[in-house]
Nanobody, 113 residues
């Protein structure tokens, strides 16, 4: 079992920045791949960025150059810069551990002037 707790969401103006955190209940290196997803109202959940146990990262095309995923022992982060109104969504942390998938409760990000 893995428990994930996200934090760091909020309201920000266009062009602003936010840093999301996802705290895991055990060492990330023992889990496997971690990722951030987001879901906007009326849309499907989509991958934002992922980081493998080996540290390799991947990003959705629309986030490249603006978002950065990183990690330390028990936490992954999503640094979001140059935020746009279309980045408004609930952001979820995901962990893939073997054949099991775990989700956090989500944190709301709203980009608006």
């Amino acid at each position: 079992q893995v428990q994930l707790v996200e934090s760091g969401g909020g309201l920000v103006q266009p062009g602003g920045s936010l840093r999301l955190s996802c705290a895991a209940s055990r060492s990330i290196l023992s889990i496997g791949t971690m990722a951030w997803y987001r879901q906007a109202p009326g849309k499907q959940r989509e991958l934002v960025a992922g980081i493998s146990s080996g540290g390799n990262t991947n990003y959705a095309d629309s986030m490249k150059g603006r978002f950065t995923i990183s990690r330390d022992k028990n936490t992954i982060y999503l640094q979001m810069n140059s935020l746009k109104p279309e980045d408004t969504a609930v952001y979820y942390c995901n962990a893939s551990a073997g054949m099991a998938y775990y989700w956090g409760q989500g944190t709301q990000v709203a980009v608006s002037s």
